[in-house]
Every structure is written in C-alpha cells, then in structure tokens.
C-alpha cells in the first residue's frame, strides 16, 4: 500500500513544531481530567495490573524450579533440528522479547511477525490467531514447526535426558527408559519422522509425548515471569493519583498529553488497546493489508479451529485442569464473519522499541500505523472495524508522542 509522503514528514513536523511552541509560549497543558477519563487512565496504569492468573492446565506454572529450567530450555540452542535455534533466537531479551524481523526466522522464515511476550500470561488465546490456549502449548508449537526449531518430540526427549536428567526428574518425576525410542519421530508433515512415530509402540509415542508437554509446562513458567516495566506514561498516572503537580507536569510535555487524551478519545485506540497491558487480547479485523507472496492468512478464522483441534489444549489428556475449568476453551466463539481475518492486537507498551508492525510486518513504521488508522481503508477480506479518524497531522504527531511515552524506563 501506497503512503503519502508529505504526510508523514508533516506528522513528525507538526509534532516537532507544537512542542517547541508549547516550551515558547507555554501553551496551557491538557491536565484537566473528568472522573471518568482517570478512571480511564487507571485502568492503563501498570500498578492497575491484577495479581497473575493462575493456569490449571499447568501444575507448575508457578514452580521456582520449572521456572529455572525453562529459563534454560528456552535459550538452549540444541532444541532445534540444526543446534543454532532457541525460544531465544525470535524473543531475544534485548529487544523486548521479539526479533524487529517483519518475519520471525527460524531454520526457515514464517509467514508472520514475532509476537512480543511480556506480559502474555494474562492472555486466553496465544499467537496472532489465538490457536493456542496456554503459555506451554503455545511453547510446543515452534519446536516441531519446520520453519522455526524444525525438531521432533523424540530428539527433544533424548536431549532432556542426556543433559537435564536430574532437573527434570526433580520436578516432573522418573523418566522414562528411551532405549527403543528412535532419534527422530514425531507425528508431524514430515515423512521420515512421521514414519519413525507410527512405528512406535502406543506407549512409547505416550511416553515421548508426555516429556515434550513438560517441557512446554517448564518453559511458560519461565514465560509467566516476564512482565512489562513502568514507562514515563506510568509515571504520569501515579503522579496524578497522587496530586503531586510537580511530578505530573515532569512526567509528559503537552504534546504527548494531548495525544494521550487522543488515545482515549477521537482516536478510539482503547477499543482494542485497553487495560494496562494495553491489549484486550480479542480479535480483530483492522484491514491490514495482504503481503505479496504469503499465503493467504485468515487470522482467527483458522486459529479458532486449530486451537479446538489441538492435542495439546485445554481439554487434552496433558492438560492439568478439569473440564470445567476450561470455560474459554468450551464457550469460545468459533465461527462467524468478525473472525475472517482478524487477529489479536499485540501489547502497545514498549511498542515504539520494536518496529516493524501488524501481524506480517506490513508498515515499517507507527507513522504508517497511524496513516491506516487515520484513512480506514477497505480490509481485504472479511467485515473492517475502521472509521475514518480524519485527524490533523498535528493530532496525529501528539498521539505518535504519546504512544513514545509507554516505553519502560
């Protein structure tokens, strides 16, 4: 999609412009706020996060010594079909958990951007799609996809074995004799290791199977302990709550509060964005653009079903919770127009750190962002939840300001 040039020069100008004459002339700032508006911006406060939700699925989400042995199973190269990819490699710690690729490369490249993970603990559904419905079965899934680790459960049962013999008994129990059990299987696209799976007794492959659940259960522990830290926004709303006028007025110019009233007013960004990890971890159609070249991506459309399908959800034999206790799972929408091609919006803290944007890495920049905000073009398929914004480039340059203010400090 075609982007306007001189309109993006003036969003960064405007933006440039107005807080020289806010400091010039001292311009009255925006901080006048309606209850409902603080009660508002509360809610998007970090402090305002609950206490982590519990994942029944999960009997040692909160395990100090699952956390510590997923935090090695997470950068631990050798759970890879080449030994030169980990969790680690697409969610590195320096870049806030993702890779700034506009698609994740593995031992292949994917079809979509790396999802940001800070935070996601408080997610229902897990990827763009929502096609996993816990932390440890969204961990499973690139370790025998082809393009990201591009192993097998059974060369990952040999590895436990070989190097975290006594930490995973410690936690999970005896393990099992793996003698029979063939270097490569699993019941995955390719031949050969199908092949080698279906060859193996039931009790093998459950056996096998079982240790590869673990692993994902060891890995979202370590997951569940990476949250989001306070941004310069934060700052603002403690400030406020507290009535200390000096520290409120420290904490944003009048630009980044007038885009800050933006966000929650004319822009209707908390319609997606809201609560405190600004995302309401729904899906949702915002006309994105298609990329030339990928496959055609139907979002939750065909998210729903695969997370139905699963062999790891939260209904499976591996699954730690009771039946009812996957209320998600059993109620969740799973057909309808509003799923064609909508996707989960990511996270917006620290998202001026980690361009490029949208599910594919379609717009290289939050300018471009905005610009598709602003105009709400046609989605490519499916029902668009855009209106036109129809703001100024000034407005457009206050609320780029503002969503620079969620970077942590």
């Not at 680790?149 to 060369?155: E, F, I, K, M, S």
Request: with cysteine; hydrophobic share 45%; net charge negative.
């Amino acid at each position: 999609m075609r982007r306007s040039k001189l309109a993006l020069i003036l969003i960064a100008l405007f933006g440039v412009i107005g807080a020289g004459v806010a400091m010039f002339i001292g311009w009255p700032r925006a901080d006048s706020w309606t209850e409902a508006e603080i009660a508002t911006l509360r809610t998007l406060w970090v402090g305002s996060l609950p206490p982590l939700p519990a994942d029944p699925s999960n009997q040692y989400a909160d395990d100090p010594r699952a956390v510590a042995l997923g935090e090695k199973l997470f950068f631990d190269m050798r759970f890879s079909v080449n030994g030169q990819v980990s969790c680690g490699t697409c969610h590195l710690p320096e870049l806030d958990f993702q890779d700034g690729r506009a698609l994740a490369q593995g031992v292949g490249v994917t079809d979509r951007r790396t999802m940001p993970i800070a935070g996601v603990a408080y997610s229902p559904w897990l990827f763009w799609d929502g096609r996993k419905d816990s932390l440890w079965a969204q961990a499973l899934g690139p370790l025998e996809s082809m393009v990201e680790h591009g192993g097998t459960r059974a060369q990952y049962a040999h590895l436990i074995a070989a190097h975290y013999h006594d930490e995973y008994e410690a936690l999970f129990g005896p393990l099992p004799d793996l003698a029979d059990v063939p270097p490569t299987a699993a019941p995955i696209d390719d031949p050969t290791a199908r092949a080698a799976w279906e060859a193996m007794t039931p009790a093998a492959r459950e056996s096998v199977t079982q240790i590869y659940a673990n692993m994902g259960k060891a890995i979202a522990a370590f997951e569940r302990t990476i949250m989001p830290g306070p941004s310069r926004f934060d700052a603002y709303v403690q400030a406020m709550l507290a009535g200390d006028a000096r520290a409120l007025r420290a904490a944003l110019t009048p630009d980044e509060v007038a885009g800050l009233r933006l966000f929650i007013g004319a822009a209707n960004c908390t319609q997606c964005h809201n609560g405190a990890l600004f995302t309401d971890n729904d899906f949702h159609n915002t006309a994105v653009p298609t990329v030339p070249g990928l496959p055609e991506d139907t979002g939750r459309a065909a998210g729903a079903r695969q997370v139905l399908a699963d062999e790891f959800n939260c209904l499976s034999p591996y699954s730690d919770a009771a039946p009812e206790q996957c209320a998600e799972l059993r109620f969740m929408i799973s057909e309808g127009e509003q799923m064609l091609r909508a996707f989960k919006p990511p996270s917006l803290r620290n998202v001026a750190e980690r361009p490029p944007y949208m599910h594919a890495g379609q717009f290289a920049t939050l300018e471009e962002v905005l610009l598709h905000y602003n105009s709400a073009p046609p989605a490519p398929a499916g029902h668009s939840e855009l209106h036109p914004l129809n703001l100024s480039p000034a407005e457009l340059g206050q609320l780029l300001a503002f969503l620079q203010t969620l970077s942590a400090r």
